[in-house]
């Protein structure tokens, strides 16, 4: 849906639209949630026993020395064809997943734009190819990396080179070129709309900002190494609880208005906490010094002060001398 086109659509019908899309999103945002946690907690368990391949071996094993077994691959070779039904699970559910999150784009981004967001729409399309491309790519992947590691430990052949060669095959190298491109457009389009959502209050900026690093995370974490999926899952749960209606805090007013209501900034929240508080009694401080005080009116001019206490007065000139009234006391008894 085009910007310009949603601007003919009455709001009663984009409303009226998303309260019957909306439950379904929102149960597959949570199921999106408990699949990319099984997904990532899965290949821990498995690969706890992973044989490593140590840097001492690889010295020997490179210098024509014996190492005590046939190649340095070939015990992860046999360990992945021994869990080949583990594996396969693991990757059913990162298929699933993808698809999931890609029917969450989408519905975000058409309620967004419907919203007058100026999100590009080809972060709709990036959104569909790059959630369809990592399903297929997590499932052909390990189907063709299966059939290689079974046919490897069938053979006779379990040299370092023949391990090797066992995952070079066409096949597994165009899933990893598929997955890798998926990863990208998955990983741009949760960046794109994401932030167009939070513009026009779709999102908190809480959920905007995290949906944009969960993109990012998507592109960074496999070479960071750690387990980047709790922060994914801990989105898509927020957001399923968000459409649900569920959400621990109060639904942003977009949902309901039909219109673009940005969420404020923290600026913004803090001019109108402060206003809040000059309305209510003189705003912060106001109270206690003075301030805030011209948003509620002149103050009241000051009480007069007391009069300070006069001096104590001096002997007057006019009073008589104490020699002066002896003398007419003794004038009035003569």
């Given at each position: 849906?085009?910007?310009?086109?949603?601007?003919?659509v009455?709001?009663?019908?984009?409303?009226?639209?998303?309260?019957?899309?909306?439950?379904?999103?929102?149960?597959?945002?949570?199921?999106?949630?408990?699949?990319?946690?099984?997904?990532?907690?899965?290949?821990?368990?498995?690969?706890?026993?992973?044989?490593?391949?140590?840097v001492?071996d690889?010295?020997?094993?490179?210098?024509?020395?014996?190492?005590?077994?046939?190649?340095?691959?070939?015990?992860?070779?046999?360990?992945?064809?021994?869990?080949?039904?583990?594996?396969?699970?693991?990757?059913?559910?990162?298929?699933?997943?993808?698809?999931?999150?890609?029917v969450?784009?989408?519905?975000?981004?058409?309620?967004?734009?419907?919203?007058?967001?100026?999100?590009?729409?080809?972060?709709?399309?990036?959104?569909?190819?790059?959630?369809?491309?990592?399903?297929?790519?997590?499932?052909?992947?390990?189907?063709?990396?299966?059939?290689?590691?079974?046919?490897?430990?069938?053979?006779s052949?379990?040299?370092?080179?023949?391990?090797?060669?066992?995952?070079?095959?066409?096949?597994?190298?165009?899933?990893?070129?598929?997955?890798?491109?998926?990863?990208?457009?998955?990983a741009?389009?949760?960046?794109?709309?994401?932030?167009?959502?939070?513009?026009?209050?779709?999102?908190?900026?809480?959920?905007?900002?995290?949906?944009?690093?969960?993109?990012?995370?998507?592109?960074?974490?496999?070479?960071?190494?750690?387990?980047?999926?709790?922060?994914?899952?801990?989105?898509?749960?927020?957001?399923?609880?968000l459409?649900?209606?569920?959400?621990?805090r109060?639904?942003?007013?977009?949902?309901t208005?039909?219109?673009?209501?940005?969420?404020?900034?923290?600026?913004?929240?803090?001019?109108?906490?402060?206003?809040?508080?000059?309305?209510?009694?003189?705003?912060?401080?106001?109270?206690?010094?003075?301030?805030?005080?011209?948003?509620?009116?002149?103050?009241?001019?000051?009480?007069?002060?007391?009069?300070?206490?006069?001096?104590?007065?001096?002997?007057?000139?006019?009073?008589?001398?104490?020699?002066?009234?002896?003398?007419?006391?003794?004038?009035?008894?003569?």
């Amino acid at each position: 849906m085009a910007g310009t086109d949603a601007a003919t659509v009455p709001v009663e019908d984009i409303l009226a639209r998303e309260r019957t899309s909306k439950p379904r999103v929102g149960l597959a945002a949570l199921a999106a949630a408990v699949l990319a946690v099984l997904a990532g907690v899965l290949p821990q368990a498995i690969y706890s026993d992973f044989p490593r391949v140590f840097v001492l071996d690889a010295v020997r094993d490179a210098a024509g020395e014996s190492i005590g077994r046939e190649g340095l691959r070939t015990a992860q070779i046999l360990f992945i064809d021994d869990h080949a039904l583990s594996l396969l699970l693991v990757a059913v559910a990162q298929a699933a997943t993808a698809v999931l999150i890609g029917v969450l784009l989408v519905f975000l981004f058409d309620a967004s734009v419907a919203r007058g967001a100026a999100t590009p729409r080809i972060a709709r399309l990036l959104a569909l190819l790059g959630s369809g491309a990592t399903a297929l790519s997590a499932v052909v992947l390990q189907v063709a990396v299966m059939i290689s590691a079974s046919d490897f430990a069938s053979s006779s052949d379990h040299s370092t080179a023949a391990a090797h060669d066992a995952l070079r095959g066409g096949v597994v190298v165009a899933a990893s070129g598929l997955g890798f491109f998926g990863s990208i457009s998955v990983a741009a389009a949760f960046v794109l709309i994401t932030i167009g959502a939070m513009r026009v209050g779709l999102l908190t900026r809480f959920l905007g900002v995290l949906g944009a690093i969960v993109g990012a995370l998507i592109l960074l974490g496999p070479l960071s190494g750690s387990p980047t999926f709790i922060v994914q899952a801990f989105w898509l749960a927020m957001m399923g609880a968000l459409l649900l209606g569920k959400f621990p805090r109060n639904i942003p007013p977009a949902w309901t208005s039909g219109e673009a209501m940005p969420w404020p900034t923290q600026q913004e929240l803090r001019e109108e906490r402060g206003r809040g508080r000059a309305d209510s009694g003189g705003g912060g401080f106001g109270g206690f010094g003075g301030f805030g005080r011209g948003r509620l009116g002149p103050s009241p001019s000051p009480s007069p002060a007391p009069p300070a206490p006069s001096a104590p007065a001096g002997p007057s000139s006019e009073a008589p001398s104490p020699a002066t009234s002896a003398r007419k006391k003794r004038k009035r008894r003569g």
